[in-house]
């Protein structure tokens, strides 16, 4: 516009207007411009006419103000008028620039629209075409910002979706209907222009403090129904115009039609993928029965296909009445495999309820379902849907999904889980059955093998053993134990322990009827005993911790009776079921079958190596058994006691009433020895007049019990003569403990020899051990005969050669004495020494005694023990002391380099010393089956050579003058 009012050119206090001389200022170009028609039409623009007009317009309010001539006005009404027309001049004037500028802008709003339909027309995603036309809607209105929300009829909001500034409008956030500008857009349905936004009533609470000054937005409609609201924003004072208002909803129609697009390929690729997935799980029903194989494939394929955050069965276990974690995606399905999570049925989880009422369940949001069950591994859940697995009405299974977006599960979502869950019923029971052919022909196979294996052994332990390891197989059990019934004690005692902490259950024994295996024990009645540790009726077993476990029992029956039980274990929460309790029973009775013909063998066995006489086993059966159950306490701590017996003066009943007599009297003690023992004790003929008894679980005072039960036994009984003579019988009993004397099977023989001499050298018919103090005083049936004749004549029996050799070194101590001018007592005492200081060997095997070759270490070890046995026998002894500690000493070296003591020169007893000398001389002087015997001066160049060394030098040199005297006759 050319037209011009120059406000500024006379200042308004100064201006006067008269009447009849208005001053106006205009220039000449403003005056041509005004009144010249040939140059309005020179501008020649398509907004000639609306120029024309707005001037025309200007001239006129000009004139009217310059007519006033008549008015009288004071100055300050002229001031007032005069700054009015500038307004409305300044007003026309923004208005011209408008109307010059709107060609320029709808040719810029065409060229938008133009590149938006190109972009439209590209190959782009649904979210990025949004955000173009979001983008170009504030373009082509002068917005600043701008945003497009979404309705989501779920949860019924509109929720901000695609945004140009996040910082404004966060993506994510909800309105609700009628709240804010796109509320109100919800709420009506039509389009909405807010001139002044920062003082509009309907603003949303979030907005308060939002920089807009005006706002408009238009619904998104396609088919009848709103998909969202488009909403532009400008922070500048201009307001939107209608026709900004029509551009919007122009774009509002290709922005519904993207949605719904969007809505029906994504309804028709998930469609494509349900199906694809169904298909696929039939495919994988059709190949796979193994279930856990199975279910991890599914779920696998479930959450692949559709991107769900966690997808996982649980199989219903109505015995139980729980609902169990079978298979799940990821790594929280390893955690809740790991850990053999379960939910109670119908208390815990949407699962449990689910499997409870059977019906499907979403929880939109599960912190507002108050049924979810919440788990560390799942702690992103949001959203979850499960469903239940039925077969025949019967809900065997929970297929269940979880997201961590809110309301990420529809009507789509739950139709497609049913018809999965029905495809997995089919699937579960196909496998079961499966399972259940393929378990039922491992247990039959199983269990004719089993009776092969039987069948092929008559070794009781044996057979045990292999009833208790396929049993713990085949209910796939972490323990297994089988006791046997012990009538006696009415104890039930563990035979085999296949599990942890076998020491500690096969060390207790279990009372008939108490705990859960003593009650099958004494009703005969399997039992199954899930949560065992809950049961009012279980025992702790000492050592063992106290952890929650499930146990069943199978009573072992053999002719009706309950010879035994069989026990397998579970822990944890695991139980047991019908079917393997009846496998377990099909075992037991197995088991009662190979027991008894187990127990034929042995008692054939047992006659094989009976003694025929007694009845009792024999020497080398007794020997074996001990060898057994020292093993065997050693194994589990405990005691166990060896008692040897033997008959006082047999040969007096032989010589005077016949061997026959002899014999009754054997058979007469083998009984009373039988009557006074324990079931469990062990009892063997030793020798001729001799018994060993074995004692397990029996120290030092039970084996004293039973040796005077014994005793007592054959006090009752005499032996009945021809003719109607009662004879009495007497016998000596020697007795050691393991570990308390030793632990060594063979010593135990040799130090119970050694006990039971020593019961005979106190008088015979009493009992003695090691350390025990013995009555002294001889009883009234002991037998007339010299106690140390009656050693030495033992002694010759088991070695001749220690016989002999005692009678030498006697000679040659006693000449050494008169040498040395010994008194009578120690004269006397070095004969008894000389003569008997080997009888210690009494208590070493024969067969070392009699070796032709040289001992290994474990036989000197024996022999290094005979001066410490024979100083056991001798504490009965007159003299005893003097006796006592020549005996035990007569090995010491001077040197401190001998045995037993390591004693050192005069520190060793003279008595001792003479023996070592005497004994080194007849060792000398004899033949051996290793070597030769020495000559005489051989010998006395071996003394003098060990003179100071192993002999005491002065006792040496003395011996040496009666050797060259030749006065040791």
Request: with cysteine; charged share 25%; aromatic share 6%.
């Amino acid at each position: 516009m050319v037209l011009r009012i120059r406000y500024d050119a006379v200042p308004p206090h100064s201006l006067a207007l008269r009447a009849g001389a208005p001053h106006v200022l205009m220039s000449s170009e403003e005056s041509a411009s005004v009144g010249d028609p040939q140059i309005r039409k020179s501008e020649g623009d398509s907004g000639s006419q609306a120029r024309d007009g707005v001037v025309s317009t200007v001239g006129r309010s000009v004139m009217e103000l310059l007519k006033m001539e008549n008015t009288q006005k004071t100055e300050d009404q002229l001031i007032h008028d005069l700054v009015e027309c500038r307004r409305h001049v300044a007003k026309l004037e923004a208005e011209r620039l408008k109307v010059e500028q709107a060609p320029h802008r709808e040719g810029r709003r065409l060229d938008v629209l133009r590149q938006l339909g190109l972009e439209l027309a590209g190959s782009h995603g649904p979210d990025d075409l949004l955000h173009r036309i979001l983008s170009r809607a504030v373009q082509l209105v002068g917005g600043t910002s701008g945003g497009l929300c979404l309705y989501h009829r779920k949860r019924d909001v509109l929720e901000w979706s695609v945004v140009t500034e996040p910082q404004r409008l966060p993506i994510g956030s909800v309105v609700k209907r009628g709240e804010g500008l796109a509320g109100k857009v919800w709420e009506s349905g039509d389009a909405l222009t807010v001139d002044d936004y920062p003082h509009w009533h309907g603003r949303a609470s979030t907005d308060q403090g939002s920089p807009w000054t005006a706002g408009l937005g238009v619904p998104l409609r396609w088919g009848g129904r709103l998909w969202g609201v488009l909403s532009v924003f400008s922070d500048a004072g201009d307001t939107f115009s209608a026709a900004d208002t029509e551009l919007l909803n122009l774009l509002a129609s290709p922005a519904a039609l993207i949605i719904e697009n969007a809505r029906l390929t994504e309804q028709q690729r998930r469609g494509h993928r349900q199906t694809q997935t169904i298909t696929e799980v039939g495919r994988s029903i059709a190949a796979i029965l193994d279930l856990d194989t199975l279910l991890s494939q599914v779920v696998d394929l479930i959450a692949d296909r559709f991107g769900y955050y966690f997808v996982h069965v649980f199989q219903v276990d109505s015995d139980a009445g729980r609902a169990v974690f079978k298979a799940g995606t990821g790594l929280a399905g390893r955690i809740l495999k790991e850990r053999g999570v379960s939910l109670r049925i119908g208390e815990e989880g949407i699962i449990g309820w689910v499997a409870h009422s059977g019906e499907p369940l979403i929880a939109d949001n599960v912190d507002e379902e108050p049924r979810y069950y919440f788990h560390p591994a799942l702690a992103d859940t949001s959203s979850e849907l499960a469903v239940p697995i039925r077969l025949r009405q019967e809900v065997i299974g929970v297929l269940d999904v979880q997201s961590e977006e809110l309301d990420a599960f529809d009507e789509t979502d739950l139709g497609t889980l049913q018809t999965l869950a029905d495809q997995l019923a089919v699937a579960m029971e196909n496998a079961r059955l499966y399972e259940q052919a393929r378990r039922r022909s491992v247990e039959l196979s199983t269990l004719l093998e089993t009776a092969r294996d039987l069948a092929s052994s008559l070794d009781l332990d044996e057979v045990l053993e292999t009833i208790a390891r396929r049993a713990k197989e085949l209910t796939l059990a972490d323990g297994s134990r089988i006791y046997l019934l012990n009538q006696a004690e009415e104890t039930l005692t563990p035979l085999v322990v296949l599990e942890d902490y076998a020491d500690e259950i096969m060390a207790t024994y279990v009372p008939i009827g108490q705990g859960i295996t003593g009650h099958v024990a004494a009703t005969g009645v399997p039992e199954i005993a899930n949560q065992a540790h809950r049961d009012p009726r279980a025992i702790k077993i000492p050592g063992t911790p106290e952890e929650p476990e499930s146990l069943m029992c199978a009573p072992i029956a053999a002719k009706g009776e309950v010879i035994g039980v069989m026990t397998l274990c579970r822990e944890g929460e695991k139980g047991f079921n019908d079917a393997s309790l009846r496998l377990v029973t099909s075992l037991a009775s197995q088991a009662a079958t190979s027991i008894e013909n187990a127990r034929l063998y042995e008692e054939t066995k047992r006659l094989a190596v009976s003694d025929p006489l007694t009845g009792v086993w024999n020497r080398r059966h007794i020997a074996d058994h001990l060898r057994t159950e020292v093993a065997r306490a050693s194994r589990f701590k405990r005691e166990l006691s060896f008692l040897v017996m033997d008959i006082d003066n047999l040969k007096l009943f032989n010589d005077t009433y016949g061997h026959p007599a002899g014999d009754e009297v054997i058979r007469t003690v083998a009984q009373a020895v039988i009557s006074a023992i324990r079931d469990i004790d062990a009892v063997g003929r030793y020798g001729g007049d001799e018994f060993a008894v074995i004692l397990p679980e029996a120290g030092a005072e039970g084996a004293a019990v039973v040796a005077g039960r014994i005793l007592n036994a054959l006090e009752k009984e005499p032996f009945q003569a021809p003719g109607g003579t009662k004879v009495p019988i007497s016998i000596s009993i020697g007795a050691v403990s393991c570990p308390g004397d030793t632990d060594e099977v063979d010593r135990l023989f040799s130090l119970a020899d050694t006990a039971m001499y020593r019961a005979k050298l106190a008088g015979g018919g009493r009992f003695a051990s090691l350390t025990a103090v013995l009555d002294e005083t001889p009883t009234e049936s002991e037998a007339p005969f010299d106690i140390l004749q009656g050693l030495l004549i033992t002694v010759d029996a088991k070695d001749h050669y220690t016989f002999k050799h005692s009678q030498a070194v006697g000679k040659y101590a006693l000449a050494l004495a008169r040498a040395l001018k010994l008194s009578k007592d120690e004269t006397k005492a070095l004969k008894i020494a000389a003569e008997l200081h080997d009888v210690g060997k009494i208590g070493v095997r024969t067969d070392i005694l009699r070796k032709p070759g040289p001992l290994s270490p474990a036989e000197w070890k024996m022999i290094y023990e005979h001066p410490r046995l024979g100083h056991m026998l001798l504490r009965q002894v007159p003299q005893k002391e003097a006796v006592l500690q020549a005996v035990l000493h007569h090995h010491e070296r001077y040197d401190g380099m001998g045995y037993p003591g390591g004693l050192e020169g005069e520190e060793i007893p003279l008595l001792a010393r003479v023996l070592a000398v005497a004994d080194a001389y007849s060792a000398m002087m004899a033949d051996r089956p290793y070597r030769k015997a020495l000559t005489l001066d051989e010998a006395r160049d071996e003394l003098r050579h060990h003179a100071g060394k192993q002999f005491d030098p002065h006792l040496t040199r003395e011996f040496i003058a009666l050797l060259d005297k030749e006065n040791v006759q």
